[in-house]
T-cell receptor, first 117, second 122 residues
Framework: AQSVTQLGSHVSVSEGALVLLRCNYS??????LFWYVQYPNQGLQLLLK??????LVKGINGFEAEFKKSETSFHLTKPSAHMSDAAEYFC???????????????FGTGTRLQVTL | DTAVSQTPKYLVTQMGNDKSIKCEQN?????MYWYKQDSKKFLKIMFS???????INETVPNRFSPKSPDKAHLNLHINSLELGDSAVYFC?????????????????????FGSGTRLTVV
Protein backbone atom coordinates (compact mmCIF):
# COMPACT_ATOMS: atom_id res chain seq x y z
CA ALA A 1 0.00 0.00 0.00
CA GLN A 2 1.15 3.51 -0.72
CA SER A 3 1.13 6.27 1.87
CA VAL A 4 2.63 9.65 2.65
CA THR A 5 3.63 11.15 5.96
CA GLN A 6 3.90 14.85 6.52
CA LEU A 7 6.05 15.79 9.47
CA GLY A 8 4.77 18.80 11.31
CA SER A 9 1.12 19.71 11.21
CA HIS A 10 2.00 23.37 11.71
CA VAL A 11 5.05 25.29 10.47
CA SER A 12 5.66 28.95 11.19
CA VAL A 13 8.26 31.04 9.35
CA SER A 14 9.08 34.71 9.10
CA GLU A 15 8.46 36.55 5.88
CA GLY A 16 11.56 36.21 3.72
CA ALA A 17 12.74 33.04 5.46
CA LEU A 18 13.18 29.62 3.89
CA VAL A 19 10.10 27.41 3.77
CA LEU A 20 10.61 23.66 4.24
CA LEU A 21 7.64 21.33 4.41
CA ARG A 22 8.47 17.67 4.84
CA CYS A 23 6.90 14.70 3.10
CA ASN A 24 8.01 11.07 3.19
CA TYR A 25 6.36 8.40 1.13
CA SER A 26 5.98 4.65 1.24
CA UNK A 27 5.54 2.83 -2.05
CA UNK A 28 6.44 -0.54 -3.50
CA UNK A 29 6.60 0.91 -7.00
CA UNK A 30 8.17 4.14 -8.28
CA UNK A 31 5.76 6.75 -6.99
CA UNK A 32 4.05 9.67 -8.62
CA LEU A 33 4.06 12.44 -6.03
CA PHE A 34 2.19 15.70 -5.77
CA TRP A 35 1.99 18.79 -3.62
CA TYR A 36 -1.31 20.61 -3.40
CA VAL A 37 -2.07 23.91 -1.66
CA GLN A 38 -5.38 24.86 -0.08
CA TYR A 39 -6.00 28.49 0.78
CA PRO A 40 -8.62 29.20 3.46
CA ASN A 41 -12.12 28.23 2.35
CA GLN A 42 -10.91 27.28 -1.10
CA GLY A 43 -10.30 24.14 -3.10
CA LEU A 44 -7.09 22.29 -3.85
CA GLN A 45 -4.60 23.74 -6.28
CA LEU A 46 -1.75 21.74 -7.77
CA LEU A 47 1.62 23.22 -6.81
CA LEU A 48 3.89 20.72 -8.49
CA LYS A 49 4.29 17.06 -9.33
CA UNK A 50 6.97 14.43 -9.78
CA UNK A 51 6.30 11.77 -12.37
CA UNK A 52 9.49 10.73 -14.11
CA UNK A 53 12.75 12.35 -15.16
CA UNK A 54 14.31 15.26 -13.32
CA UNK A 55 14.13 14.79 -9.58
CA LEU A 56 14.08 18.52 -8.82
CA VAL A 57 10.66 19.76 -9.72
CA LYS A 58 9.68 23.39 -10.00
CA GLY A 59 6.14 24.49 -9.37
CA ILE A 60 4.07 27.61 -9.17
CA ASN A 61 4.65 30.57 -6.84
CA GLY A 62 8.39 29.84 -6.50
CA PHE A 63 7.99 26.44 -4.84
CA GLU A 64 10.07 23.43 -5.69
CA ALA A 65 10.48 19.89 -4.43
CA GLU A 66 13.13 17.25 -4.79
CA PHE A 67 12.41 13.56 -5.14
CA LYS A 68 14.98 11.58 -3.17
CA LYS A 69 14.51 7.87 -3.62
CA SER A 70 17.21 6.94 -1.10
CA GLU A 71 15.43 8.95 1.57
CA THR A 72 11.88 8.23 0.32
CA SER A 73 11.26 11.94 0.58
CA PHE A 74 9.64 14.69 -1.46
CA HIS A 75 10.12 17.83 0.63
CA LEU A 76 8.68 21.14 -0.52
CA THR A 77 10.80 24.28 -0.34
CA LYS A 78 10.67 27.95 -1.16
CA PRO A 79 13.69 30.20 -0.66
CA SER A 80 11.79 33.21 0.63
CA ALA A 81 8.36 33.05 2.25
CA HIS A 82 5.69 35.58 1.42
CA MET A 83 2.64 36.42 3.47
CA SER A 84 0.47 35.12 0.65
CA ASP A 85 1.99 31.63 1.10
CA ALA A 86 0.02 31.10 4.31
CA ALA A 87 -2.16 28.07 3.58
CA GLU A 88 -2.54 24.34 4.11
CA TYR A 89 -0.18 22.16 2.09
CA PHE A 90 -0.84 18.55 1.20
CA CYS A 91 1.55 15.94 -0.10
CA UNK A 92 -0.05 13.09 -2.04
CA UNK A 93 0.90 9.89 -3.84
CA UNK A 94 -0.97 8.54 -6.85
CA UNK A 95 -1.93 4.90 -7.17
CA UNK A 96 -3.45 3.25 -10.21
CA UNK A 97 -6.61 1.25 -9.64
CA UNK A 98 -6.23 -2.38 -10.67
CA UNK A 99 -8.87 -1.97 -13.38
CA UNK A 100 -6.71 0.64 -15.08
CA UNK A 101 -9.71 2.92 -15.45
CA UNK A 102 -9.15 5.17 -12.46
CA UNK A 103 -6.54 6.18 -9.96
CA UNK A 104 -6.46 7.23 -6.36
CA UNK A 105 -4.68 10.05 -4.59
CA UNK A 106 -3.65 9.24 -1.04
CA PHE A 107 -3.02 12.42 0.90
CA GLY A 108 -0.89 13.23 3.89
CA THR A 109 -2.48 14.88 6.89
CA GLY A 110 -1.46 18.34 5.75
CA THR A 111 0.84 21.05 7.06
CA ARG A 112 -0.44 24.48 7.91
CA LEU A 113 2.08 27.15 6.95
CA GLN A 114 1.96 30.37 8.92
CA VAL A 115 4.01 33.35 7.74
CA THR A 116 4.75 36.11 10.23
CA LEU A 117 6.13 39.60 9.78
CA ASP B 1 -14.64 28.95 -17.57
CA THR B 2 -14.67 26.82 -14.44
CA ALA B 3 -13.10 23.44 -15.11
CA VAL B 4 -14.74 21.49 -12.27
CA SER B 5 -17.77 23.15 -10.73
CA GLN B 6 -19.74 22.05 -7.70
CA THR B 7 -23.04 23.24 -6.37
CA PRO B 8 -23.96 24.30 -3.84
CA LYS B 9 -20.87 25.81 -2.25
CA TYR B 10 -22.44 25.76 1.20
CA LEU B 11 -25.16 23.47 2.50
CA VAL B 12 -26.67 23.60 5.98
CA THR B 13 -29.29 21.03 6.80
CA GLN B 14 -30.86 19.15 9.67
CA MET B 15 -30.14 15.60 10.71
CA GLY B 16 -32.23 13.06 8.92
CA ASN B 17 -32.66 15.09 5.74
CA ASP B 18 -31.67 13.95 2.26
CA LYS B 19 -29.47 16.22 0.16
CA SER B 20 -27.58 16.23 -3.12
CA ILE B 21 -24.39 17.85 -4.32
CA LYS B 22 -23.81 18.30 -8.03
CA CYS B 23 -20.56 18.28 -9.94
CA GLU B 24 -19.78 19.04 -13.56
CA GLN B 25 -16.48 19.11 -15.44
CA ASN B 26 -15.86 20.66 -18.84
CA UNK B 27 -12.37 19.26 -19.33
CA UNK B 28 -13.41 16.23 -21.34
CA UNK B 29 -11.99 13.95 -18.64
CA UNK B 30 -13.31 10.42 -18.45
CA UNK B 31 -12.95 9.83 -14.72
CA MET B 32 -14.53 11.72 -11.85
CA TYR B 33 -14.15 11.44 -8.09
CA TRP B 34 -15.60 12.47 -4.77
CA TYR B 35 -13.24 13.20 -1.90
CA LYS B 36 -14.20 14.05 1.67
CA GLN B 37 -12.24 16.45 3.85
CA ASP B 38 -13.06 16.10 7.52
CA SER B 39 -12.82 18.68 10.30
CA LYS B 40 -9.12 17.88 10.76
CA LYS B 41 -8.49 18.63 7.07
CA PHE B 42 -7.85 14.96 6.26
CA LEU B 43 -8.72 14.16 2.64
CA LYS B 44 -9.90 10.75 1.59
CA ILE B 45 -11.36 9.33 -1.59
CA MET B 46 -14.98 8.19 -1.48
CA PHE B 47 -15.89 7.21 -5.03
CA SER B 48 -14.59 7.16 -8.55
CA UNK B 49 -16.52 6.82 -11.80
CA UNK B 50 -15.13 6.16 -15.25
CA UNK B 51 -17.49 6.84 -18.15
CA UNK B 52 -20.51 6.49 -15.87
CA UNK B 53 -19.28 3.25 -14.32
CA UNK B 54 -18.47 2.97 -10.62
CA UNK B 55 -14.83 1.99 -10.22
CA ILE B 56 -13.85 2.87 -6.66
CA ASN B 57 -16.07 2.69 -3.58
CA GLU B 58 -14.00 3.21 -0.47
CA THR B 59 -16.15 1.65 2.23
CA VAL B 60 -18.55 4.54 2.31
CA PRO B 61 -21.92 4.06 4.11
CA ASN B 62 -24.64 3.17 1.66
CA ARG B 63 -26.47 6.34 2.67
CA PHE B 64 -24.10 7.92 0.15
CA SER B 65 -25.10 7.20 -3.43
CA PRO B 66 -23.17 8.68 -6.32
CA LYS B 67 -24.81 9.00 -9.69
CA SER B 68 -23.17 9.73 -13.00
CA PRO B 69 -25.66 10.50 -15.78
CA ASP B 70 -22.81 11.09 -18.22
CA LYS B 71 -19.05 11.32 -18.04
CA ALA B 72 -19.14 15.08 -17.44
CA HIS B 73 -21.34 14.86 -14.33
CA LEU B 74 -21.02 13.11 -11.01
CA ASN B 75 -23.59 13.87 -8.34
CA LEU B 76 -23.58 12.79 -4.72
CA HIS B 77 -26.82 12.04 -2.93
CA ILE B 78 -26.83 11.58 0.82
CA ASN B 79 -29.76 10.03 2.67
CA SER B 80 -30.60 10.41 6.34
CA LEU B 81 -27.86 12.89 7.07
CA GLU B 82 -25.93 12.50 10.32
CA LEU B 83 -23.84 14.97 12.31
CA GLY B 84 -20.71 13.08 11.30
CA ASP B 85 -21.37 13.80 7.65
CA SER B 86 -20.40 17.42 8.22
CA ALA B 87 -17.34 17.97 6.05
CA VAL B 88 -16.12 19.56 2.86
CA TYR B 89 -16.79 17.41 -0.18
CA PHE B 90 -14.57 17.84 -3.20
CA CYS B 91 -15.30 16.70 -6.69
CA UNK B 92 -12.37 16.05 -9.04
CA UNK B 93 -11.65 14.72 -12.49
CA UNK B 94 -8.71 13.18 -14.28
CA UNK B 95 -7.86 12.09 -17.77
CA UNK B 96 -7.16 8.52 -18.79
CA UNK B 97 -5.88 6.19 -19.91
CA UNK B 98 -5.01 5.52 -16.33
CA UNK B 99 -1.53 4.30 -16.85
CA UNK B 100 1.09 5.61 -14.54
CA UNK B 101 3.96 5.27 -16.90
CA UNK B 102 4.82 4.56 -20.48
CA UNK B 103 3.47 5.95 -23.66
CA UNK B 104 -0.01 7.29 -23.30
CA UNK B 105 0.16 7.68 -19.55
CA UNK B 106 -1.84 10.72 -18.67
CA UNK B 107 -3.18 10.10 -15.19
CA UNK B 108 0.28 10.93 -13.92
CA UNK B 109 -0.67 14.56 -14.40
CA UNK B 110 -2.99 14.37 -11.46
CA UNK B 111 -6.40 15.71 -10.86
CA UNK B 112 -8.36 18.91 -11.23
CA PHE B 113 -10.40 19.65 -8.13
CA GLY B 114 -13.56 21.62 -7.67
CA SER B 115 -13.78 24.33 -5.05
CA GLY B 116 -15.65 22.15 -2.59
CA THR B 117 -19.06 21.98 -0.91
CA ARG B 118 -19.10 22.66 2.81
CA LEU B 119 -21.85 20.51 4.31
CA THR B 120 -22.98 21.30 7.85
CA VAL B 121 -25.47 18.99 9.51
CA VAL B 122 -27.19 20.46 12.57
Amino acid sequence: AQSVTQLGSHVSVSEGALVLLRCNYSSSVPPYLFWYVQYPNQGLQLLLKYTTGATLVKGINGFEAEFKKSETSFHLTKPSAHMSDAAEYFCAVLRLHYTGTASKLTFGTGTRLQVTL
Amino acid sequence: DTAVSQTPKYLVTQMGNDKSIKCEQNLGHDTMYWYKQDSKKFLKIMFSYNNKELIINETVPNRFSPKSPDKAHLNLHINSLELGDSAVYFCASSQGPHLTRGEGARTRYGYTFGSGTRLTVV
